[in-house]
């Protein structure tokens, strides 16, 4: 469904990205791995729109969205979820949740969409009118993953999901991406947790300095020896 | 040493053009360029054309550097300006210091021919001219109308705190004195307040009999306003040239405005007997500028512009310095003989003590001469300032 | 007694206008992230509007006020299409002389057209005294003082409860995640700086009849705006009105009871003074708040 | 990198010493010398930009030098080298004033506070009649002489200028490159995390504006002397003595060493070809262009002339554009650096 | 308070407006020890830190240094007396490079440029950052900024080090690389307090090891106590699947 081909990006003059390529199917989790500034953030922003492709090709079912804004990107249904959260921190949580569903406000449904966020996640209800920076990091992350929900994602990125989260809620996470990928949404997440992320995924890549070294099933990746060696240390 | 070329001579002017003083800045200029070209026309001074350079002098930055590029063409010994006074103060210094000579044709401030600079000159009035008068016509006729002996008079002087406004205060309070206004008192403001309520109240708690005014343009509308919609009644209101003697004034009071009287330059709707040459600048300003002369100051500049030239014909042209103060010092004339009516003398400071200023007063929209006798084209009106 | 009321009230009335102009402002200020120094030009420009339809077309104020604020609309929509809109990204200091340079081109550019002269509206409706026990004021300033409550109150709904008002709020907090998640950043700083443009025009016509144009006629509105913005809290629409009625009063006040000639210092100082107390404003929220806010 | 900077700025200084010898033309060198007063009130505006301090106040600072040493000249006779070490003390004095602003208030806040000031103190020189002579100023006797700073031709002014400019940008480098260059720049960034280290910024900050004010006021004193009318609207004018430093400074680079430098060479100069060049034509115009070329500037390099141009000077050296390191950091010319970090300036 | 105790924080709360983010901590850590400190989101770990490091001010409560009070120092006077923190958001200074980051608080004590150059650049290489030392440190990647902001804290010369979460973004290898590192830094006698959600690595290096729970201490005491008691299973780690 996302295909990305041989993409190279910039930050001004110093090049992140050399030649990453990677694809996605319908739904399930995906896993995007990789050492420290291997280039998986800068990947999912070109994927995102909000960095251009200096080179290479991003299609989202069969369309060309290389050049597309992050707008268009949204409406057609690819959210990114960024590191850090980044929260609107003087809004309310509930406004912060709406605004996730800018895109798809005209189909009247944001309420109902709204609701069922708020199943899932029953502690945001309790703090619903409460601004959202004052949040603790994980209540955070859920506000962060709710918001991308509300746009109705096909193909949702997660970046360093589980970042400063506490066990318990990083437990909750995964398991969270599961449910959302039974949905019959695509769950790209970056993790560092790369024993649990394999596990929930069906698929993973591997980049490292800027390009994709290794693409393959969970599995197939959890055997690697690449893998054991430089990201499980045993 | 003058080395101006044969067959022109070239005269510096400094003019604020743009910025905050760019309005009457304008004004002046225009009344020297007319004089320039009119004199010109009539084939120059001594046999020579005038040519000015002009300089756009926005503040007093703007005037210290312009006089310093003027003055150090080795063309240029003589320079006139320059309408506002700081500007004054700044380029005539340059120029002063350098040897060379500056004549004011427009600024009021006393300090410019105070500083006894021998090549400084200011053919126009000082304010203190416009101080005098005021005192004078409320001695000799307002005290009359109002009913009330002059000791019993109470009049305040609301002046905005720029160079000028400053520098006819500071005139007025002797000057009040003199007159034996006992009860006399000023009352400051920043000229550039966009609401002036609090001086109109200020005023009204004083209930004086008579107001004297010093003010730009916006300021003496929005004054005028106020004490309209305040209630502030009044028996006599006196403008100090500036905002009152402009259109705009009238345009933003309407009626309101009639009865106001003003002290300042000559303006065009003078006994023309009483200011030869007048018809004819207006006609020459009418005809370039498609209007009549927004206030008194294009006039005052050219009459000074035209004194200039005179003296430039005694000496034969020459701009050196030396010869240029001795002829300005034994030039003459007497009052009534200029296009402003003024006369020619100059005093131990090199200023025109024959330059004066008349009271008008606005009737329509029209500002009128009405006092002293010579110089006016009817008797002062008994009015409500400001319809109240 | 009768003179502290008056000034009281002449204060207010002039609070009402500082508030209508901070309004606008705070608006560009709060959510484009733009220190408009060109705020002032822009009131400027619609008081020159409302003086030639007066004049050209003897259209009241009250009417042309519907032709003006939609244009000057339009115009602020240009301004930050064109202007501003690529340097968006840019540093703020750097922002701040791009809109210094559009108030001194526009300053020197009604000189160019209109020249110095000093024009006023005489409408004569906004002339007439409306008086209450002996104090006084004209139609033209209650006006412009009923029309500014009403406008901040709109705004102070538009902000707090509409869709748009919490996408303008998003994006005044973190413009980068606001484009990630889908919203039209650009639009929406488009729609913030023509409100904030139809506001300062509102604000120019509705003070047209009582204060003569020219071309620095703005120019003196910009610095008291920003104390007005600062003091009652950035993105605080409420906070706006009651500052610049705070202000207005102070001015007077100090003006007829202290002396005229320092009427602006008692505000700056006044400002100064407010600041160190409480930096995030009179009205700005929590200090955690408006950190987070202004980030 | 730095031999080579040595002896760029070596030859840079040689060649503003010999100005005199190619040209006597008065007026040149009077545009000289406002071009270094520009440079030293730059210089002296960008010691605060180097801690991420944007000032638009200046003219405060400029006007208590300019007023110190034209009080104690022309109503005390104290002689005016005297007055500009004087001036240096009451533009420092007057700048505690805005000490507590300065640690309270951050970004624009601090920048619209310290605007309200240098406008509150024009007022109340208009107002302080006795002492300033309100709005028709002081003028400087014209008796002259080395000790009197007065002369009848620019040259002596020029090289007096020329060394007050010179100390001031070797305080500003050796600042730069001194321990307190680096806290200041940290702090700049960020200014809680810089006291997390041991940083005691508020007295950083507090130095800094002691020296930035101190040395305005030695040029707004010298500028009294040269100029001989002090004025308030003058000497306190925000546009001329706020703004425009700080336009210079961030059009050449904003807490750069040379950024303000180069600023105040280039628009110093543009100024006065536009008013000399446009004067006399449609009232106005020439601001309407200034106006233009300043949004022009400012749009085609955001980051000043000096990043600017660095950039195009690796556009032209291909080799060095993607090694992927910074500009070598020990050279005079910074990378462009921001003032405020993040959007707006945080509060 | 034993000439061992380098930090002794006793009964300290602190209130932001409706949160009670910290209650009644105290907290006492011995000359070279490390402590970890974990709890949920939101558990005032942070806050802890900002009122010892001085970035707030305890409602209640004090905070004893080395022998002295500094209940009611600013943070800078604490740096200089041996507290040295990292931010959780790591706040590397923009605008400068990755060595002048770490040079700032070198020059807190020493005036020599010079000297502050040299000796970052040790730092950096110890925590293997060398090759980024002129790279501008806002164009690094999270895991980079984490280092360099534990260079920057290390360069105070601390006695005490707070580190907020340092290994969040590592993955177990790049872990398991860092972990000899902190002992080391301990083993030259700096007492080291450290948040972390990464259990085993805390557990791996901690002496002792605390648990907050809304703002209030649940548990403490040794590792392997502590993660197995029920009360921080229920509230922070969650039933093993
Ligand atoms: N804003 C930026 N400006 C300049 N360079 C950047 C920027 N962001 C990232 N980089 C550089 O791009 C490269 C890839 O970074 P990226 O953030 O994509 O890595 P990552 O794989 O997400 O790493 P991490 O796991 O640490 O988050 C790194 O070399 C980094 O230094
Ligand atoms: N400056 C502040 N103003 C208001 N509330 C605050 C402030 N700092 C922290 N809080 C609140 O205090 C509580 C504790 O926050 P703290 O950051 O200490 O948690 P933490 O344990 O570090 O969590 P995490 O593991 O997510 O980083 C939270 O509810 C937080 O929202
Ligand atoms: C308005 C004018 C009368 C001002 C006057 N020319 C001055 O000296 O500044
Ligand atoms: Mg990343
Ligand atoms: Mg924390």
Request: glycine share 10%; hydrophobic share 45%.
């Amino acid at each position: 469904m996302l295909q990305v081909k041989n993409i190279s990006a910039y930050y001004g003059d110093a090049q992140a990205l050399e030649n990453v390529s990677l694809a996605v199917s319908e739904s399930g989790v995906v896993a995007l791995l990789g050492p420290n500034a291997a280039g998986k953030s800068t990947t999912l922003r070109v994927i995102s729109g909000i960095l251009p492709a200096a080179s290479g090709s991003v299609t989202f079912n069969g369309e060309d969205i290389t050049t597309a804004s992050p707008q268009e990107r949204v409406e057609l249904g690819l959210v990114h979820v960024p590191e850090g959260r980044k929260l609107f921190g003087t809004l309310s949580v509930e406004d912060n949740l709406l605004l996730g569903g800018y895109c798809g406000r005209k189909d009247r449904k944001t309420g109902s969409r709204l609701e069922r966020v708020y199943e899932r996640f029953p502690k945001l209800k309790e703090r619903r009118n409460q601004d959202a920076g004052l949040l603790s990091g994980g209540e955070q992350q859920m506000v962060a993953v709710g918001r991308g929900l509300m746009a109705q994602p096909k193909v949702l990125m997660i970046d360093e999901m589980s970042l400063g989260l506490a066990p318990l809620i990083v437990k909750q996470m995964f398991s969270l991406v599961q449910e959302i990928a039974l949905e019959g949404v695509c769950v790209l997440i970056v993790e560092q947790h790369v024993q649990n992320a394999l596990a929930v995924s069906h698929h993973g890549f591997i980049i490292e300095s800027g390009v994709t070294r290794v693409a393959g099933t969970a599995q197939e990746l959890m055997e690697s020896a690449l893998v054991r060696e430089s990201y499980l240390g045993h | 040493a003058s080395s101006s070329s044969s067959d022109s001579i070239k005269i510096g002017a400094f003019f604020p053009v743009s910025g905050s003083l760019a309005l009457l800045g304008e004004e002046s200029w225009r009344g020297v360029q007319i004089a320039t070209d009119l004199r010109n026309a009539a084939g120059g001074v001594a046999d020579k054309s005038i040519e000015m350079v002009f300089a756009d002098v926005p503040d007093v930055n703007a005037a210290t550097s312009e006089a310093r590029r003027l003055a150090s063409d080795s063309d240029i010994n003589l320079a006139v300006g320059s309408y506002s006074s700081g500007l004054s103060l700044a380029a005539s210094e340059v120029f002063a210091r350098g040897g060379s000579t500056f004549v004011e044709l427009g600024a009021v401030s006393e300090a410019i021919t105070d500083r006894d600079y021998e090549n400084v000159f200011r053919f126009n009035p000082a304010a203190g001219s416009f101080t005098k008068l005021q005192m004078r016509f409320i001695t000799e006729h307002l005290a009359e109308e109002l009913g009330k002996p002059v000791s019993e008079l109470n009049v305040i002087l609301a002046h905005e705190d720029s160079a000028y406004g400053q520098s006819v205060a500071e005139n007025a309070v002797i000057d009040a004195a003199e007159a034996g206004l006992v009860n006399f008192s000023l009352e400051p403001y920043n000229a550039k307040s966009t609401d002036l309520s609090s001086t109109v109240l200020r005023l009204k708690a004083k209930a004086p009999d008579i107001v004297i005014a010093v003010s730009y343009a916006a300021d003496a509308i929005l004054l005028g306003r106020q004490i309209r919609d305040n209630g502030l009644q009044l028996g006599a209101f006196i403008g100090t040239g500036g905002g009152h003697s402009l259109k705009g004034f009238h345009d933003a009071l309407g009626e309101a405005a009639d009865g106001v009287y003003d002290v300042d330059f000559t303006q065009i709707h003078v006994n023309e007997e009483f200011t030869p040459g007048i018809t004819e600048f207006t006609a020459a300003y009418e005809e370039r500028y498609d209007s009549l002369p927004a206030s008194g100051h294009a006039l005052a500049n050219f009459t000074g512009a035209n004194l200039l030239f005179d003296i430039l014909e005694e000496t034969n042209g020459s701009d050196d310095p030396e010869e240029f103060r001795q002829a300005a010092q034994n030039f003459k004339l007497e009052i009534g003989t200029t296009s402003s009516g003024w006369g020619f003398s100059l005093n131990e400071n090199n200023q025109n003590e024959l330059a004066d200023v008349y009271v008008m007063q606005w009737n329509g929209d029209q500002l009128e001469t009405v006092w002293p006798e010579q110089a006016a084209i009817r008797a002062p009106l008994p009015a409500t300032p400001f319809g109240v | 007694m009768n003179l502290l009321v008056q000034t009281l009230v002449a204060g207010l009335l002039l609070g009402g206008v500082y508030a209508l102009i901070a309004v606008g402002l705070n608006l560009i200020f709060g959510v484009v992230k733009i220190i408009n120094f060109a705020h002032g030009e822009l009131v400027m420009i619609a008081m020159y509007a409302t003086f030639w339809m007066w004049t050209a077309w003897s259209l009241s104020p009250y009417i042309s006020i519907f032709i003006i604020t939609p244009l000057m609309f339009g115009f602020g929509v240009l301004l930050q299409r064109f202007i501003l809109q690529p340097m968006q990204n840019s540093s703020p200091t750097i922002k701040i002389f791009v809109t210094l340079g559009l108030s001194v081109l526009l300053q020197n550019l009604a000189l160019v057209l209109f020249g110095g002269q000093y024009r006023s509206t005489t409408f004569p409706w906004a002339e007439q005294n409306f008086s209450v026990l002996g104090v006084t004021a004209t139609y033209g300033r209650i006006t412009a003082f009923l029309v500014a409550i009403a406008l901040v109150i709109a705004l102070f709904y538009l902000m707090k409860k509409t869709l748009t008002g919490k996408v303008l709020r998003a994006l005044a907090e973190d413009r980068e995640t606001a484009g990630l998640i889908g919203i039209p950043v650009k639009k929406y700083y488009l729609v913030a700086m023509g409100l904030g443009t139809a506001m300062a025009a509102i604000a120019g016509v509705l003070i047209g009849p009582f204060q003569s144009v020219f071309p620095l006629a703005g120019a003196h509105f910009t610095l008291l705006a920003f104390v007005v913005v600062v003091l009652g809290g950035l993105g605080n629409m409420a906070g706006s009105l009651i500052g610049g009625l705070f202000l207005g009063a102070v001015e007077t006040l100090a003006g007829t009871y202290i002396d005229p000639a320092l009427q602006q210092v008692a505000v700056f100082a006044v400002f100064i003074i407010v600041l160190l107390v409480r930096p995030q404003g009179i009205f700005g929220g929590s200090a955690r708040n408006a950190e987070v806010g202004l980030k | 990198m730095k031999k080579k900077s040595l002896i760029w700025t070596l030859g840079l200084v040689a060649a503003a010493g010999l100005v005199p010898v190619f040209t006597s033309d008065q007026y040149i060198l009077h545009v000289c010398v406002m071009i270094l007063i520009y440079v030293g009130v730059t210089v002296a505006w960008n010691i605060l930009a180097f801690g991420g301090i944007l000032s638009l106040g200046h003219a405060a600072f400029f006007g208590i030098g300019s007023y110190t040493v034209a009080i104690l000249y022309v109503k005390m006779d104290v002689n005016p080298w005297l007055g500009i070490l004087a001036a240096m003390v009451t533009a420092a004095l007057g700048s505690l004033l805005l000490a507590v602003p300065l640690l309270r208030l951050r970004g624009p806040f601090f920048a619209l506070a310290t605007l309200a000031f240098a406008e509150s103190l024009r007022l109340i020189a208009i107002y302080a009649v006795p002492l300033t002579n309100g709005s028709v100023g002081i003028t400087t006797p014209p008796t002259q002489g080395f000790a009197l700073i007065s002369f009848s031709s620019r040259e002596p002014y020029y090289y007096i200028v020329l060394a007050m400019a010179l100390i001031a940008i070797g305080i500003s480098i050796w600042i730069y490159y001194s321990k307190m260059g680096y806290h200041l720049r940290a702090s700049a960034s960020d200014d809680e995390a810089v006291r997390a280290l041991g940083v005691r910024t508020p007295r950083l900050k507090l130095a800094a504006l002691v020296i930035s004010a101190a040395l305005t006021g030695a040029f707004g004193a010298f500028a009294a002397m040269y100029l001989f009318v002090i004025d308030p609207e003058t000497n306190f004018s925000t546009p001329l003595y706020s703004i425009q430093p700080a336009l210079n400074g961030i059009i050449g680079g904003m807490g750069t060493v040379a950024g303000p430098i180069v600023g105040a060479i280039v628009m110093t100069p543009l100024g006065e070809w536009l008013r000399t060049t446009f004067s006399g034509t449609t009232q106005g115009l020439n601001f309407v262009i200034y106006g233009v070329a300043l949004i022009i500037i400012v749009r085609v390099m955001p980051g000043g002339i000096v990043s600017g141009m660095k950039k195009l000077y690796r556009r032209f050296r291909p080799e060095n554009r993607s090694d992927g390191t910074a500009p070598d950091a020990s050279g005079p010319i910074q990378p462009e650096q921001e003032l405020a970090n993040s959007e707006g300036g945080r509060s | 308070m034993t000439n061992a105790t380098i930090l002794k924080v006793e009964g300290v709360s602190k209130r932001f407006g409706g949160v009670q983010a910290v209650s009644d901590v105290s907290l006492t850590l011995q000359h070279g020890e490390i402590v970890g400190l974990i709890g949920a989101n939101g558990a005032g770990k942070t806050s802890f830190f900002n009122l010892i490091s001085g970035m707030h001010y305890p409602d209640a409560g004090s905070v004893a240094f080395a022998g002295g009070d500094i209940t009611r120092l600013d943070p800078a006077s604490r740096a200089r007396r041996g507290i040295g923190r990292t931010f959780q958001v790591v706040r590397p200074f923009t605008g400068m490079t990755v060595a002048e980051n770490v040079m700032v608080p070198l020059l807190v004590n020493d005036s020599s440029v010079r000297r502050a150059r040299l000796r970052a650049m040790e730092l950096l290489d110890e925590l293997s950052i060398a090759d980024l030392a002129k790279k501008p440190a806002e164009g690094l990647t999270l895991a980079q900024r984490k280092r360099v902001e534990v260079a920057r804290a290390l360069a105070t010369g601390p006695k005490l080090l707070l580190l907020d979460e340092v290994l969040a973004g590592l993955n177990s290898r790049e872990v398991i690389d860092v972990l000899p590192f902190i002992k080391k830094v301990r083993d030259r006698g700096v007492s080291i307090l450290m948040i972390e959600h990464l259990v085993s690595a805390v557990m791996e290096v901690s002496d002792r090891m605390m648990v907050l729970d809304r703002g209030s201490v649940l548990v403490h005491g040794l590792p392997a106590d502590v993660v197995s008691d029920p009360r921080v299973i229920a509230a922070y780690l969650g039933e093993e699947d």
